[in-house]
């Protein structure tokens, strides 16, 4: 294969492995590594019971993960069995169905709600620290947003990637400046995959963006103008992806 094969975790839930964690994303790609995924290693994560929408891997190793049922979740360690008490966890205050979940530039943590069509902001602790509203122009209901990554625009600004439901659509708006940026995020494109995204990650070693789709039941590989550079099932055995 043309590249280092990604190592793979599923997290054990008794509701089916929710979650996909990858490193060594993919730097290249061409026609002979148009195979199926397999795992390379596998791990079940014990003391997790939760439905994880999302998770993001901290620099000190800490797993954040999200349970659309309003919980934030802090794993310490990935092969480590849970302490007595399960792993650490708090409600997001003002609730909400929680799905994306990216990192700011400065540290901070944006959580995208479903319901609300909104982002709150969390410290590196998992305190709420602010607001972000959306654009108007971004469809509001109970199939809305799921997929939420942070991506550089071309002229060196951030960009956010939402990945819609209903829509079946990502909406790319400017990120939040700032903790006090309280102005809706404007809307600056959007990408028609035809498909729902229900986890994207960008990788900044190829400038492309990973993603879980939901109809296909595949990952996409795609560039920050939001074409399909390649596409692969979902990894064997796994009944339900959305974090990735």
């Known amino acids: ?134 654009s108007a122009a971004i469809p509001r209901g109970g199939q809305g947003l799921e997929g939420l990554a942070r991506v550089p625009a071309a002229d060196g600004t951030s960009t956010l990637w939402l990945g819609h439901q209903g829509a079946r659509k990502v909406y790319v708006v400017h990120a939040p400046r700032s903790r006090e940026s309280s102005e809706p995020l404007e809307l600056l494109r959007t990408l028609d995959l035809g498909d729902e995204a229900r986890g994207m990650v960008f990788d900044p070693q190829s400038g492309t963006v990973l993603a879980v789709m939901d109809d296909s039941r595949e990952v996409w590989l795609l560039d920050t103008a939001g074409t399909i550079l390649d596409r692969r099932p979902w990894p064997k055995g796994t009944k339900d992806v959305e974090g990735i």
């Open 1 to 134: 294969m043309g590249y280092p094969r990604p190592v793979k975790r599923p997290l054990g839930s008794f509701q089916g492995v929710t979650a996909l964690l990858t490193w060594g994303l993919l730097p290249q790609f061409g026609p002979d590594d148009l195979c199926a995924w397999d795992w390379d290693a596998a791990h079940a994560v014990g003391g997790i019971s939760d439905h994880l929408s999302a998770v993001h891997l901290m620099e000190d190793g800490t797993l954040i993960g999200l349970d659309d049922d309003g919980w934030v979740i802090r794993v310490s360690s990935l092969v480590e069995a849970a302490p007595s008490g399960g792993w650490p966890r708090s409600r997001l205050e003002g609730g909400g169905d929680l799905e994306g979940l990216c990192a700011t530039r400065d540290s901070d943590l944006l959580v995208l709600l479903e319901d609300r069509c909104e982002l709150v902001r969390l410290d590196s602790e998992g305190r709420r620290v602010g607001r972000h509203p959306l």
